[in-house]
T-cell receptor
């Protein structure tokens, strides 16, 4: 089955800095790559996604880049704010289901 | 629009007891999923359904059963609760296949003692 590796497991930044989280996957046929944000005790919520026919997608301070050849994709958050503190999960889909990474805890200090 | 609704929010079970976690969605989504999330871990797929009357196993189906008699409802049943099933359970739905955004419920926190 699909194997998704996510790094780093924890990331601490100062407010205003940028944060980058990277995921690698094993199945070259995978074609959908969403990112979810989960605040403590809350549900995971989709923040951005990208499909295999696109190399980059941006939504305000959040961007995702995809390198299909290398089988990795990354989440970029610019101008981080304390409210960005949460656990971020990448996921990969080929057909009917998603395989999730283990998550990155992002802590943004004021 | 309520989205995906899960009940109960919290439950404590004794070893060997059984219970059903309820999940309903009002978005007319065809696909529904059950995940478990253990502390410090990602989400692992238990079962999923691509439509009423159709269910399939995910990564960790042992000890669980599901049914999908309607488009809206996708209950998850634990027959003989074991301590290893202590976890947070999330139900999710998507309009069509796995290449569409999944919408999650608020979760059920289950402890088995």
């Amino acid at each position: 089955g699909e194997n998704v590796e996510q790094h780093p497991s924890t990331l601490s930044v100062q407010e205003g800095d940028s944060a980058v989280i990277k995921c690698t996957y094993s199945d070259s046929a995978s074609n959908y790559f969403p990112w979810y944000k989960q605040e403590l005790g809350k549900r995971p919520q989709l923040i951005i996604d990208i499909r295999s026919n696109v190399g980059e997608k941006k939504d305000q301070r959040i961007a995702v880049t995809l390198n299909k050849t290398a089988k990795h994709f990354s989440l970029h958050i610019t101008e981080t704010q304390p409210e960005d503190s949460a656990v971020y999960f990448c996921a990969v889909s080929k057909y009917s289901t998603l395989t999730f990474g283990k998550g990155t805890m992002l802590l943004v200090s004021p | 629009n309520a989205g995906v609704t899960q009940t109960p929010k919290f439950r404590i079970l004794k070893i060997g007891q059984s219970m059903t976690l309820q999940c309903t969605q009002d978005m007319n989504h065809n696909y529904m999923y059950w995940y478990r999330q253990d502390p410090g871990m990602g989400l692992k797929l238990i079962y999923y359904s691509v439509g009423a009357g159709i269910t399939d196993k995910g990564e960790v189906p042992n000890g669980y059963n599901v049914s999908r008699s309607t488009t809206e409802d996708f209950p998850l049943r634990l027959e003989l609760a074991a301590p290893s099933q202590t976890s947070v359970y999330f139900c999710a739905s998507s309009y069509s296949d796995g290449n569409q955004p999944q919408h999650f419920g608020d979760g059920t926190r289950l402890s088995i003692l």
